[in-house]
T-cell receptor, first 113, second 114 residues
Framework: SQQGEEDPQALSIQEGENATMNCSYKTSINNLQWYRQNSGRGLVHLILIRSNEREKHSGRLRVTLDTSKKSSSLLITASRAADTASYFCATENSGGSNYKLTFGKGTLLTVNP | SAVISQKPSRDICQRGTSLTIQCQVDSQVTMMFWYRQQPGQSLTLIATANQGSEATYESGFVIDKFPISRPNLTFSTLTVSNMSPEDSSIYLC???????????FGPGTRLTVL
């Protein structure tokens, strides 16, 4: 079953602008991860944030986590055309989940040159 | 990190036939998983492939339809049995260390059932 709900479902911006995607989830988690998928291909891991962390940075990526609201956001700064892809959040649920990930529905980001 | 390959990359199959998808990891990993991604949709976990024992299936997926093997720590297969057009999807293999970290994904197998 789907755990995460991404918002928006689709986002179109100009190169150089920032892109913000949000993810909400329903149960307690060990960590939350963001992945990128280009055009129906395999997923690439972007960043992982643990339940006791509030913010994490990696290059042009910034992720926040609010466990009280069960939500996360992914910010991509100074976007490039190459950032065009689908972005998924995935949660590793706590309580004996055996490291399984539950994926959200994804946000399709289009960066126009 | 781990590099994952899948074979075949794509296939077109007839209704009622079966297809076996192979997943090879370039290093020993603890966890291997199989996902299905229907057109324009997100990923749904089919099962966890357990080394040397029966796979653990998620709700809505059964062994008779999706038999899985994992004979060692670097290789797994997923068979899609008695296919129907509703099985047309991308099937993805992933692997992880089982330490609450990231999963590494294969490029996927794009299956079309006519």
């Amino acid at each position: 079953s789907q755990q995460g709900e991404e918002d928006p479902q689709a986002l179109s911006i100009q190169e150089g602008e920032n892109a913000t995607m949000n993810c909400s989830y329903k149960t307690s988690i060990n960590n939350l991860q963001w992945y990128r998928q280009n055009s129906g291909r395999g997923l690439v891991h972007l960043i992982l944030i643990r339940s006791n962390e509030r913010e994490k940075h990696s290059g042009r990526l910034r992720v926040t986590l609010d466990t009280s609201k069960k939500s996360s956001s992914l910010l991509i700064t100074a976007s490039r055309a190459a950032d065009t892809a689908s972005y998924f959040c995935a949660t590793e649920n706590s309580g004996g989940s055996n490291y399984k990930l539950t994926f959200g529905k994804g946000t399709l980001l289009t960066v126009n040159p | 990190s781990a590099v994952i390959s899948q074979k075949p990359s794509r296939d077109i199959c007839q209704r009622g036939t079966s297809l076996t998808i192979q997943c090879q990891v370039d290093s020993q990993v603890t966890m291997m998983f199989w996902y299905r991604q229907q057109p324009g949709q997100s990923l749904t976990l089919i099962a966890t492939a357990n080394q040397g024992s029966e796979a653990t299936y998620e709700s809505g997926f059964v062994i008779d339809k999706f038999p899985i093997s994992r004979p060692n720590l670097t290789f797994s297969t997923l068979t899609v049995s008695n296919m129907s057009p509703e099985d047309s999807s991308i099937y993805l293999c992933s692997a992880g260390t089982g330490e609450g970290g990231e999963q590494f994904f294969g490029p996927g197998t794009r299956l079309t059932v006519l």
